[in-house]
């Protein structure tokens, strides 16, 4: 048997950073490698694929008890993970040490330097090289070279920027009934209206400037990953799909099922949204008929019965999408998270109070209410005062509809109500409280405002108006982490010597000699590329770091 690599490395040379059960020797002079804000996103991934791995382990065990099979073996206890772009290493150490049964990580990243942090860090956590392997090579080859004979039980994408170049490959390289995590942390293009062409590019669907632009972000990025999976008869099944900080983590199961790829017209769709006072609908691009005999029939949606301008307001109307328009969420699945994460303690996770908070808030949420409103802009719409949120879920339950928060924003109102009856409501709360003075003849507030209240409204306090996750005081909404946190800027290998000769000749593009373009060429192209890539990533960054 060889005898295993031993990196060589002076432990005074580094500063070591403890997270988990994990030890990291940092570069001292590098500030990039390691971001202490994305130890939730971690914690989250560390506590998904252990309920993962539970449940995928109970149903091979229910299927191997009911096979009749004589000679029938008893599935494999142990799974395989891909981490396809691993900088450092942590999360793969972290994932060795923290969760059981894993029978190898292969830990991949580009660059020679992060290679070698990789097996620095996972030889001074005592991790064998069999355990955690690291490998140099391009994402995309590496997941494409294993889609036939050796796919991954779970695939982690967690890129600079976008996951967008890795999802097909993600989806071709993991196997049936597999784990797939995503990170994005373009949000500067999945929610807001600044650049659409970009998204529209990336996730096949466009975004809004709306109250609900971090749930659109969600489904835009579930969509990209369906419209990938469906080429591949393959079928997505999100377990759980977070928004948090200045990025998204998107949780899900893969399944080898052609009959459900005819489902994903019918939870694939766009949604209207007025400019002004945020009123939505949505409409599916499908719908399914059940049929005779267990055989349903698959038909193309009738066109929405929405104008170009809002029935509430008359304010334009945009339209976002396409996006994903089913759950975003297993509630079984998060449940079982949950419950696992109040076990397990804070010593288990070092963000459990707010691991705990959001997986409570997602339970709360409503699965088959897509987007939300926000009580801050529906009363400043018509310049009143911000009531009690539990006042307005109050009136929305007492006139016989569900309502609920959401983990995307703090205020948020996710209810079936139809938009009439939201309006109806602040109608009724500006009646109670007196119309402000600074509204104008004509305006859209007063458009609002004119329309009679066709509703029966009360605002009795009912008893389901305030969530359990706030009445036992969770941490639903976490506040800033620390001052200047996000993104941190991206990592590049260490600058190489520059060569004398910046006019040496080169083969131009037909076989003759021709000299290098000038330094100065090379760095505004440099400048360039780094400015391309700034839109994807969050607005707090303002500089990239290039070679």
């Known amino acids: 048997m060889a005898e295993e690599y031993v990196p060589d490395y002076q432990v005074e040379d580094y500063q070591e950073l403890k997270e988990g059960q994990a030890t990291i020797l940092f570069p001292k002079n590098n500030e990039v490698f390691y971001n202490p804000v994305q130890q939730f996103n971690r914690d989250m991934s560390i506590a998904a694929i252990k309920t993962w791995r539970d449940i995928a ?105 976008t996951a967008a170049p890795f999802i097909d490959g993600a989806i071709q390289a993991v196997k049936k009934n597999g784990l797939i995590c995503v990170t994005c942390t373009d949000l500067a293009v999945l929610a807001s209206h600044n650049h659409p062409e970009a998204c529209f590019a990336k996730y096949g669907g466009n975004p809004l400037k709306s109250e609900f632009c971090h749930e659109l972000a969600l489904r835009l990025v579930l969509h990209s990953l369906q419209q990938a999976a469906s080429r591949h008869r393959r079928y997505i099944e999100p377990l759980l799909s977070c928004s948090i900080d200045f990025y998204v ?16 017209a019918s939870q694939t769709g766009i949604v209207y949204h007025c400019c002004y006072c945020g009123s939505y609908a949505t409409q ?47 509630k079984e699945f998060v449940q079982r998270m949950y419950s696992n994460v109040c076990r397990d303690g804070p010593s288990a996770y070092g963000t459990q109070p707010r691991m705990k ?3 409570k808030v997602i339970l709360e949420e409503l699965s088959d209410a897509p987007f939300h409103y926000s009580l801050s802009e529906l009363c400043s719409t018509v310049r009143a005062s911000c009531p009690p949120l539990t006042k307005v879920n109050s009136a929305l339950l007492n006139a016989g509809y569900r309502v609920s928060g959401s983990h995307t924003r703090q205020g948020s109102i996710k209810t ?4 009439q009856v939201i309006w109806d409501t602040m109608r009724s709360l500006v009646k109670e409280a007196g119309r402000s003075s600074k509204i104008i003849e004509g305006s859209p507030a007063d458009k609002i405002l004119a329309k009679d209240i066709v509703t029966d409204i009360s605002f009795k306090d009912h008893k389901d108006a305030n969530p359990e996750s706030r009445r ?56 360039a590329s780094a400015e391309d890539e700034l839109d994807s990533v969050n607005n707090d960054v303002k500089k990239l770091r290039t070679e």
């Open 57 to 161: 382990r109970e149903a091979k065990m229910e299927r191997f008890n009911k096979s009749t099979n004589p000679v029938k073996v008893a599935p494999a206890t142990k799974f395989t993970i891909l981490e396809a772009l691993a900088a450092s290493g942590l999360r793969s150490v972290r994932y060795a040490k923290e969760i059981e049964d894993i029978d190898y990580i292969l830990t991949n990243d580009l660059l020679p330097d992060a290679v070698e942090s990789i097996k620095r860090n996972a030889h001074f956590n005592g991790i064998s090289q069999n355990l955690v392997r690291a490998n140099q090579g391009d994402a995309v080859s590496v997941m494409y070279a294993h889609r036939d004979k050796s796919p991954f039980d779970v695939v982690d994408l967690d890129p600079y920027g």
């Open 249 to 264: 983590r998107i949780f899900v199961r893969v399944h080898d099922k052609p009959i459900m790829v005819k489902t994903v």
């Open 284 to 330: 599916p691009f499908g719908t399914i008929d059940p049929g005779n005999g267990g055989n349903p029939k698959y038909h193309i949606a009738a066109a929405a019965a929405v104008d170009r301008i809002c029935a509430q307001c008359e304010s334009k109307q945009n339209i976002g999408g396409p996006c994903w328009l089913g759950p975003i969420h297993n």
């Open 357 to 359: 908070g959001m997986l």
């Open 416 to 419: 079936d109500a139809p938009p």
């Open 472 to 527: 036992i005081k969770l941490v639903r909404y976490q506040m800033n982490p620390e001052k200047n946190w996000g993104p941190k800027a991206r990592h590049s290998e260490a600058p190489k010597p520059a060569k004398p000769d910046s006019k040496r000749k080169q083969p131009g593009r037909n076989g003759a000699l021709e000299e290098a373009p000038p330094a100065s060429a090379c760095e505004a192209a440099t400048d």
